[in-house]
């Protein structure tokens, strides 16, 4: 038997029956990830293993870092194959970390290649996988239509123009390749000189002079009904905790004009800013219908000399232990005391946070939506079985798992999509283990049923995304 087979880490038959009748040929709605636009608008052909695979892709480069390998295989210059045989021979020394799974799930879903990867397979794995990938059904077009992709959200500046959005759209593909609000950069006047150079690029992409905090909330407001426009039902936002350091309009624009003028704000006033400015995405995200999304938990760049040689998002970020409740709890509460609490999906990267989080979304369900706060699916480093399983037991048992609107792959590579089989076989092996032990009934109408829209109908339903069915 492969590594890889059909019933993979699914231990008992009514897993297997959950997985293979409920779950396994749902559609996907990967409601948030950070693969690129151009590429799907390109239909990109990838020439070879490393651009699908190792091309951006952090979490293999830790891996490759702790065994040893040298950064030219990694971000340098080192040529794509040999980078490809230093992955090979970091694999075997992968065992109990997802890497492995992901490794082996991936090369049979996208080439049919069941062999382990290592140093004596990879020469063999290299050339049998670069010559299916010259074929139409690995392109990016074809990867969507292969792993039926219903929905791809994207994450986006608002100063983009979204224009691969609009050619893709043209081309009259099943998927739906939709945009998602991420305005984190409007929150940055603690880095003055950056956050300039940000609100010039906004300026001009809306048309508008911003001449003060007036015109920088009217020129986001325009971007942000340009992107419903285009699709958009969700915003997104990447933050250590939420800020609840509230001001009024007329402080916020004394800090906004600090800011323009050069000068350094301080750390109060920059969370005055930020809370300011969240308060005022969560009314945009409210009158439009729109999903929130907070990821929250992250410390970020923590090497500081590699983030001065290689740049962000090259590996050397990790779980931060920021205090999550209140701050979350304040926000949060703000907005619905204002009658503008969207629906929302809260992330956490911390699991010490599980529980405060699971907790959390009960606080603001008002009854006019299923679920309509989300306690979001393992992210980052808790997208892993175990991380998924935290996930899913905290949730189970302080909310509503049938309510959960299920996976996302948070990635950068066209390789992540088995993420969501991956998801769904955990999902079933936990749920058909509680079967077998009768601590949840055996019925596979009503149990299967709860599995499948876990899958994708919540989803669907959930994010009421424009022209799906």
Not at 96 to 105: A, E, F, Q, V
């Amino acid at each position: 038997m492969t590594f890889i087979h059909d019933d993979f880490l699914l231990g008992t038959k009514t897993a297997r029956k959950l997985y293979h009748e409920y779950a396994e040929a749902e559609p996907i709605f990967d409601y948030h990830c950070h693969i690129s636009p151009r590429d799907i608008a390109a239909n990109r052909q990838f020439k070879n293993l490393f651009e699908i695979w190792l091309e951006g892709d952090h979490y293999k480069w830790r891996a490759m870092r702790s065994n040893g390998v040298a950064e030219k295989f990694c971000t340098g210059d080192a040529s794509p194959r040999d980078k490809f045989l230093a992955w090979a021979k970091t694999v075997p020394q992968t065992l109990r970390n997802p890497l492995y799974h992901w490794t082996h799930l991936e090369l049979q879903r996208y080439f049919g290649i069941s062999e382990l990867l290592n140093e004596k397979s990879a020469a063999a794995i290299w050339d049998a996988a670069n010559k299916k990938l010259a074929t139409p059904a690995l392109t990016t077009h074809g990867i969507l239509k292969k792993f039926k992709v219903k929905v791809v959200c994207t994450t986006d500046d608002p100063i983009d123009g979204l224009n691969d959005h609009r050619e893709f759209a043209r081309a009259g593909h099943p998927t739906k390749m939709l945009p998602a609000f991420r305005p984190d950069k409007a929150l940055t006047v603690n880095s003055p000189a950056s956050f300039n150079q940000w609100v010039e690029q906004l300026a001009a992409v809306s048309g508008i002079d911003i001449n003060g905090f007036g015109a920088f909330t009217t020129a986001l407001k325009k971007r942000h009904d340009f992107f419903h426009t285009q699709g958009c039902r969700l915003s997104d936002h990447g933050m250590n905790h939420c800020f609840a350091d509230f001001c009024t309009e007329k402080v916020a624009a004394g800090i906004f004009d600090k800011a323009r003028k050069g000068q350094q704000v301080s750390p109060l006033e920059h969370s005055q800013f930020a809370s300011f400015m969240m308060l005022f995405f969560g009314h945009l995200d409210a009158k439009r219908g729109w999903t929130k999304q907070l990821h929250l938990g992250a410390l970020r760049s923590n090497n500081t000399r590699l983030l001065k040689q290689l740049g962000p998002d090259t590996g050397f970020d990790s779980i931060g232990d920021f205090p999550q409740a209140q701050t979350l709890a304040a926000y949060l509460d703000k907005l619905d005391s204002e009658n503008a609490l969207p629906k929302t999906i809260i992330y956490n990267l911390n699991p010490a946070d599980n529980y405060v989080f699971a907790t959390m979304i009960g606080n603001y369900q008002d009854g006019t939506i299923p679920g309509k706060i989300q306690y979001g699916s393992g992210w980052w480093f808790l997208d892993q079985k175990e991380g998924m399983e935290w996930q899913i037991n905290a949730l189970s048992s302080l909310g509503l798992l049938s309510r959960f609107i299920g996976m996302i792959t948070d990635s950068r590579s066209f390789m992540s999509y088995p993420r969501h089989e991956y998801f769904r076989r955990t999902l079933c092996n936990l749920i058909g283990r509680d079967m077998e032990n009768g601590e949840i009934p055996n019925d596979l109408k009503l149990v299967g049923a709860m599995v499948k829209n876990i899958c994708s109908a919540n989803a669907k339903n959930y994010l009421n995304f424009p022209g799906v069915e």
